[in-house]
């Protein structure tokens, strides 16, 4: 690497750009890539014109020549893992990229992301090649705008959002001038279980202190932390990255959801192989899937598997209906669905590897005196629980 090369590099690091995933559709197949170098050309023309940077070796530079249409998805700030996603960092390829959101198909026929802050349908007019970036130019043939929202940005390597101003009025209205705002970010999972008790503790006890929360999935959850949208986060202990550092609050044990009357629901415990041939509902979220599948996996288990949900309650009432069993760690009081369907929940009999709740935080760095204050009613809280 020349030394103009690399001083090139390390300046436009510094700039913030959008982060979007382009997405294309056609002959070629469905395919996307996350990039940030994307920029109005003009609007003025006969039909308003944006480019697109894609690296000639990305996967979705081909099928975008190919089909000869692209739609640029800009990405709002709690859709990092999204970018993620689109670039590869969780390994998944081709169309089973696409399952880490909703989407539709604008005008073109490109996939849109359902809930992205801006999208263009574009359809290819030039492709330049300098050095090993195709520079797509793309005519707009459709705009979709968000009502509300900000967009995810990237610079110092790094995932940011715009800061968006305070209303005064209403902070004085409120009585927050004196208050020191601390963000966290928890697994909408477990977070109906912990969160409601734990935020109580903290107002009682620190009535200085407005605690701001975010809600996620793991990959979620992670990229908020990382990202520096919040100061710590309560997660679960898998996947966590180096840059991450941990303390463990609770350990929860995964069981067998059940809709009651089925005949294992008489079983003190139920062994995974005993469950082989029933339908599995599956909570289909980031890091719940892959974990309740290990759990067959270490005992020579194939599931069958005969729905998925990404939603917690949606799981719990498929297994009321009688659409099959589901595993689950987190317990709530009331053993009944939303639509009072009764269910039974049973221990694995199996010796499985339990999961643990952890809080996380960027190593290293130090926190505000209002999140560390924060951080130690936590560790108190779940040491009580």
């Known amino acids: 690497m020349t030394e103009l090369r ?3 590099l390390q300046g436009m690091s510094f700039v913030a750009a959008t982060v979007n995933v382009v997405t294309t559709d056609g002959p070629a197949g469905r395919s ?12 003025d023309t006969e039909r308003p014109t944006l480019l697109v940077c894609v690296n000639e070796a990305s996967s979705g530079a081909a099928p975008i020549i190919e089909n000869g249409l692209f739609c640029v998805n800009i990405l709002r700030d709690d859709q990092s893992f999204i970018s993620d996603t689109f670039a590869g960092r969780y390994g998944d390829k081709g169309e089973d990229k696409f399952r880490c959101a ?3 198909n604008m005008a073109t026929g490109a996939p849109v992301l359902e809930n992205a802050l801006a999208a263009f349908d574009c359809r290819l007019v030039r492709d330049e090649i300098v050095g090993t970036h195709h520079v797509f130019f793309g005519e707009v043939e459709a705009v979709r705008l968000a009502d509300s929202g900000m967009a995810l ?9 715009p800061l968006k101003l305070p209303d005064a009025a209403l902070r004085k209205s409120a009585g927050q001038f004196d208050k020191e705002t601390v963000r966290l970010v928890c697994l909408n999972s477990f977070g109906p279980f912990f969160l409601p008790g734990l935020l109580t503790a903290i107002q009682a006890a620190e009535p200085d202190i407005v605690v701001e929360v975010l809600e ?11 990202g520096q949208d919040a100061e710590f986060g309560l997660v679960y202990d898998r996947h966590l990255p180096d840059y991450l550092a941990s303390t463990k609050l609770a350990t929860l044990e995964p069981y067998a959801l059940l809709p009651e009357g089925h005949h294992l629901a008489s079983n ?8 082989a041939d029933e339908p599995m509902v599956l909570l289909d979220a980031p890091l ?25 309650e949606m799981v719990r009432s498929l297994v009321g209906n009688g659409a099959g069993y589901a595993l689950l760690v987190t317990k709530p009081a009331n053993m009944t669905s939303y639509d009072g369907r009764p269910l039974v929940a049973r221990p694995i009999a199996d010796d499985v590897a339990p999961i643990a709740i952890v809080l996380a935080q960027r190593a290293g760095e130090p926190m505000s005196e209002g999140a560390e204050r924060a ?7 779940f040491g009580k629980a």
Request: net charge negative; with cysteine.
């Open 268 to 275: 003190e415990k139920v062994a995974l192989a005993a469950l």
């Open 375 to 381: 951080v130690a009613h936590c560790i108190r809280y």
């Open 216 to 226: 996620g999935d793991q990959a979620e959850a992670i990229d908020a932390i990382a």
């Open 6 to 8: 690399q001083d090139f």
């Open 102 to 104: 909703k989407w539709d």
């Open 32 to 43: 996307g890539v996350t990039v940030s170098a994307m920029s109005s050309v003009s609007a």
């Open 153 to 161: 940005v990237y610079s110092n390597r790094a995932y940011s959002t």
């Open 288 to 312: 719940s899937r892959e974990y309740f599948l290990s759990l067959f996996e270490d005992v020579q288990v194939k599931p069958r598997i005969g729905m998925k949900t990404a939603s917690f």
